[in-house]
T-cell receptor, first 111, second 115 residues
């Protein structure tokens, strides 16, 4: 039971901003939006998360629409090392019984 | 500090054999998760431990799968009578608590191949 929808793949030119969309139209009021990425042959890596306000850290920015039904992860200056599968996940405030990673978006950064 | 570690990194076993996979979480992390990732697919939740509470085993695919955790330390995932469809990367993650304000830290995984 997928709670998020993401494009299967995207390309981005090196040095440009990568904008990865995610739809989560059935998100509940107590559910956070998380983004993780998985570089080939490694475990997933946390990127950022948010509830309703936009968030920014050293890795990325997260823009959540006002109705919270979709969000966009922004990598401001993509590098070749950002090539990975990016997972958008919605997660309740407590209780991790139904974590679902889905298949994510495969981002390829092109030189 | 040290991250989540898993052993072995690779395991090849014959169909029908039992295997045991180990996860060492980050010290002080009370929540621990096991996931399975088949080739080219997303992560599949298996089991979750939170402190001394009863684990959530709802993601375990069959009774051949079991996991244990001693307190807030090491966890082992055991697969009995392995089948070829058990071939996958098994990932362990830990977090400070079962709250959405805390991110999960993943280990490098154990790649299991059942021949």
């Amino acid at each position: 039971d997928a709670k998020t929808t993401q494009p299967t793949s995207m390309d981005c030119a090196e040095g440009r901003a990568a904008n990865l969309p995610c739809n989560h139209s059935t998100i509940s009021g107590n559910e956070y939006v998380y983004w993780y990425r998985q570089i080939h042959s490694q475990g997933p890596q946390y990127i950022i998360h948010g509830l309703k306000n936009n968030e920014t850290n050293e890795m990325a920015s997260l823009i959540i629409t006002e109705d919270r039904k979709s969000s966009t992860l922004i990598l401001p200056h993509a590098t070749l090392r950002d090539t990975a599968v990016y997972y958008c996940i919605v997660r309740p405030q407590t209780g991790a019984n139904n974590l679902f990673f889905g298949t994510g978006t495969r981002l390829t950064v092109i030189p | 500090g040290a991250g989540v570690s898993q052993s072995p990194s690779n395991k090849v076993t014959e169909k029908g054999k039992d295997v045991e996979l180990r996860c060492d979480p980050i010290s002080g992390h009370t929540a621990l998760y096991w996931y399975r990732q088949r080739l080219g697919q997303g992560l599949e939740f298996l089991i979750y431990f939170q402190g001394n509470s009863a684990p959530d085993k709802s993601g375990l695919p069959s009774d051949r799968f079991s996991a244990e955790r001693t307190g807030e330390s090491v966890s082992t995932l055991t697969i009995q009578r392995t089948q070829q469809e058990d071939s996958a990367v098994y990932l362990c993650a830990s977090s400070q608590a079962d709250l959405s304000s805390y991110e999960q830290y993943f280990g490098p995984g154990t790649r299991l191949t059942v021949t």
